[in-house]
């Protein structure tokens, strides 16, 4: 993949900047189907994910913290020089406002760490009366209704397997960095050097065995196109039958197909509705 706005929902995405490694089938089923997100996971040799401050927010809100039970709701995250900058609602009996400011790491077990340093709510600084105390974010904040999320003192710990709905990615978290206004994340051996170039903004898939639509292709050779490389690719797994439709495929002599596929976000409202998408 090179170039690539991964949607898991309308509101949810990530930057694939880059990636090289193979579609998993996963239990109780014989092949990856782009018909069903469950049915694999992206092992990942190589790759470069970025998320900007309202990706990371939308990631919080929508998912990791989306169960009744979590304590911590509507937070707001923004890049403040080398550190994150974390606006929300703690609920300790009460509703209370917080403003924390954390740094950003790898644990040895292949979690994103984000580092409280400072913590206040109702404007008091929180986090030295907790110190002084012998308290931790952890005492304060409930493991319960978490997904993919832990807390583990004052750290709060994002598993980059788990922390996103299907399909999820299998590999090993090299490096996880704040530069600009991104949150950088490596995996496996960092930026890959990708050897598949059928065009600028692109998701390449070669060998194994995939289903699609109706179809099955064996031996696979299928290159999903951005039709408008100026901006990234936008690509809506749920919906890709859909950009499909309003794209061209083009049949290659050697029985490979270059599918030029429509950004999500440019598809006419409504096009998607009555047997446009997967559902």
Same mark, same amino acid.
């Given at each position: 993949?090179?170039?690539?706005?991964?949607?898991?929902?309308? &509101?949810?995405?990530?930057?694939?900047?880059?990636?090289?490694?193979?579609?998993?089938?996963? %239990?109780?089923?014989?092949? +990856?189907?782009?018909?069903? +997100?469950? &049915?694999?996971?992206?092992?990942?040799? %190589?790759?470069?994910?970025?998320?900007?401050? %309202?990706?990371?927010? $939308?990631?919080?809100?929508?998912?990791?913290?989306? &169960? +009744?039970? %979590?304590?911590?709701?509507?937070?707001?995250?923004?890049?403040?020089?080398?550190?994150?900058?974390?606006?929300?609602?703690?609920?300790?009996?009460?509703?209370?406002?917080?403003?924390?400011?954390?740094?950003?790491?790898?644990?040895?077990?292949? #979690?994103?760490?984000?580092?409280?340093?400072?913590?206040?709510?109702?404007?008091? +600084?929180?986090?030295?009366?907790?110190?002084?105390?012998?308290?931790?974010?952890?005492?304060?904040?409930?493991?319960?209704?978490?997904?993919?999320?832990?807390?583990?003192?004052?750290?709060?710990?994002?598993?980059?397997?788990?922390?996103?709905?299907?399909?999820?990615?299998?590999?090993?978290?090299?490096? $996880?960095?704040?530069?600009?206004?991104?949150?950088?994340?490596?995996?496996?051996?960092?930026?890959?050097?990708?050897?598949?170039?059928?065009?600028?903004?692109?998701?390449?898939? #070669?060998?194994?065995?995939?289903?699609?639509?109706?179809?099955?292709?064996?031996?696979?050779?299928?290159?999903?196109?951005?039709?408008?490389?100026?901006?990234?690719?936008?690509?809506?797994?749920?919906?890709?039958?859909?950009?499909?439709?309003?794209? &061209?495929?083009?049949?290659?002599?050697?029985?490979?197909?270059?599918?030029?596929?429509?950004?999500?976000?440019?598809?006419?409202?409504?096009?998607?509705?009555?047997?446009?998408?997967?559902?």
């Amino acid at each position: 993949m090179a170039h690539v706005l991964f949607r898991y929902s309308p &509101s949810l995405t990530v930057n694939v900047v880059a990636l090289r490694g193979a579609l998993l089938p996963t %239990a109780g089923h014989d092949a +990856p189907s782009f018909n069903d +997100p469950a &049915s694999f996971a992206v092992g990942t040799d %190589a790759a470069e994910f970025q998320m900007s401050a %309202a990706q990371m927010t $939308a990631l919080m809100n929508t998912w990791l913290l989306r &169960s +009744p039970k %979590a304590q911590l709701k509507d937070v707001r995250i923004a890049f403040e020089g080398d550190a994150l900058r974390i606006r929300g609602t703690m609920k300790k009996g009460l509703h209370v406002g917080f403003d924390a400011t954390a740094g950003v790491g790898v644990t040895n077990d292949n #979690r994103i760490r984000i580092s409280v340093r400072e913590v206040h709510a109702a404007k008091l +600084p929180v986090k030295g009366m907790m110190d002084a105390l012998g308290f931790s974010m952890e005492n304060l904040v409930s493991q319960k209704g978490l997904h993919g999320l832990s807390v583990d003192k004052d750290s709060f710990l994002i598993d980059p397997q788990t922390a996103f709905p299907p399909p999820q990615i299998r590999a090993r978290l090299s490096a $996880a960095k704040i530069a600009g206004n991104s949150l950088v994340l490596l995996f496996g051996s960092g930026q890959p050097e990708l050897k598949l170039h059928p065009g600028k903004n692109y998701i390449a898939m #070669r060998g194994g065995r995939i289903e699609y639509g109706r179809e099955e292709m064996f031996d696979s050779h299928l290159d999903m196109i951005d039709s408008t490389p100026a901006d990234p690719f936008d690509f809506y797994l749920d919906e890709y039958w859909c950009q499909m439709v309003k794209g &061209s495929i083009k049949a290659m002599p050697d029985k490979s197909l270059r599918v030029f596929v429509t950004d999500y976000a440019k598809l006419p409202q409504g096009a998607c509705r009555h047997g446009g998408g997967t559902h």
